[in-house]
Nanobody, 126 residues
Framework: QVQPVESGGGLVQAGGSLRLSCAAS????????AAWFRQAPGKEREFVAI????????YYADSVKGRFTISRDNAENTVYLQMNSLKPEDTAVYYC???????????????????WGQGTQVTVSS
C-alpha cells in the first residue's frame, strides 16, 4: 500500500506558477501509476494529469494541456505537478492519486485509483 501526501498549494495571482508535490510512503509507489485530480466548490472531481510508473507516458486534461506538467522522481517517491499560467478557474483542491496498474482507457475516472491523498488547496486570484 501507499499513502500519498500532497503539498505546495497556496494563493497565487493569475498568470503565476505553483509546483505541487505528492510524496508517498511505501517503496511500491515507484511501480504505481500516479495522477492529479482537482475539485472546485460545487463541482465534481475532475482529472488533471497522469504519469506512468516509469514516467514515460503522460496524459493531460485539455483544460491544462500546455500549462501544466506532471513528472516524477522515483528515487524520492515523489510526483510533481508544475502549474504555469494559472487562471482563476484553476482554483480547486488538488488531489494526488495512485493506482497499482495503468488504468488504460479509463485513466480519467477517479474510480480507477485506490489510494488518495487529503488534498491541497490552490487559489488563483484575478
Amino acid at each position: 500500500q501507499v499513502q500519498p501526501v500532497e503539498s505546495g498549494g497556496g494563493l497565487v495571482q493569475a498568470g503565476g506558477s505553483l509546483r505541487l508535490s505528492c510524496a508517498a510512503s511505501g517503496r511500491a509507489f515507484s511501480s504505481y501509476s500516479a495522477a492529479w485530480f482537482r475539485q472546485a466548490p460545487g463541482k465534481e472531481r475532475e482529472f488533471v494529469a497522469i504519469i506512468s510508473a516509469s514516467g514515460g507516458t503522460t496524459y493531460y486534461a485539455d483544460s491544462v494541456k500546455g500549462r501544466f506538467t506532471i513528472s516524477r522522481d522515483n528515487a524520492e517517491n515523489t510526483v510533481y505537478l508544475q502549474m504555469n499560467s494559472l487562471k482563476p478557474e484553476d482554483t480547486a483542491v488538488y488531489y494526488c492519486a495512485a493506482a497499482p496498474k495503468w488504468p488504460g482507457n479509463y485513466y480519467r475516472s477517479a474510480r480507477m485509483y485506490a489510494y488518495w491523498g487529503q488534498g491541497t488547496q490552490v487559489t488563483v486570484s484575478s
